[in-house]
């Protein structure tokens, strides 16, 4: 059994997509990030980083693992599925899940930071992050141009790039023109493990779909401003 340990984020999303698709039986335990429950002592045991996802294995002698790459990592190792077993197939899966871990991430996550948290509004460091979430893109959709899937199968790759990319609208990041990005995109969407993953622990309102905020994005806003602070 897998105990996870998560909250409705991307990087959250990227396990639990995962653990669907793997069919592992799992729990999960949602934390409050707003109530600040990612720092409690107890939780600082299983990761010292206090940020979410963790696992802990329970048929490993309860081994924890944080960091959402390296628990894809190691349920895909666990599993033997979502990633070769062959050196180059490997290597593979793994640089284009570091392309996510070092770049789609961070950009997305400081795009989100500036365009819609931070109280003041500084355009050059707004078009920095959303501009480089786009080369990102672009890199992206010229691979998924000759390849159907990331690294030639469906992998943890996928898993963990497609869990930031579906959230582009709340980054203010245009995919406009970006036709294979959108192919892969909607062969996710249509995969019942990724329609499971992203509704855990609970379905959040869809975000950046209107040109003004709804009261739930308004909500989210100010939980999100919470926890920069922390």
């Not at 960091?67 to 894809?72: D, P, Y």
């Not at 789609?104 to 480089?132: C, H, L, S, T, W």
């Not at 893109?137 to 899937?149: A, D, G, H, P, Y």
Request: hydrophobic share 40%; aromatic share 10%.
């Amino acid at each position: 059994m897998i105990e996870l340990y998560t909250a409705p984020t991307p990087n959250g999303h990227k396990v639990s997509i995962a653990l669907e698709e793997l069919a592992l039986p799992y729990t999960v335990h949602a934390l409050n990030l707003m109530g600040g429950e990612q720092k409690k002592a107890d939780y600082l045991k299983i990761n010292p980083n206090g940020r979410i996802p963790a696992i802990v294995d329970t048929e490993a002698d309860d081994f924890a693992v944080f960091e959402s790459g390296a628990i894809l990592i190691y349920l895909a190792e666990k599993t033997g599925k979502l990633m070769p077993s062959d050196a180059k197939g490997r290597s593979r899966v793994i640089q284009w899940l570091m392309f996510q871990m070092g770049g789609v991430g961070p950009m997305m996550g400081q795009a989100n930071v500036f365009f819609r948290y931070f109280p003041e509004k500084i355009q050059p460091v707004i078009d920095r992050y959303q501009n480089e979430s786009r080369r990102l893109f672009e890199v992206i959709n010229t691979r998924l141009s000759v390849s159907e899937w990331l690294a030639d199968d469906y992998s943890i790759a996928d898993i963990a790039n497609w869990a930031w990319v579906r959230t582009h609208r709340w980054s203010g990041v245009n995919t406009d023109g970006l036709v294979h990005l959108k192919r892969w995109s909607d062969a996710m969407i249509a995969r019942p493990a990724c329609v499971r993953g992203i509704e855990v622990p609970f379905k959040l309102p869809s975000l950046g779909e209107g040109k003004k905020n709804s009261e739930a994005e308004n909500n989210f806003i100010k939980g999100a401003q919470t926890l920069l602070q922390k």
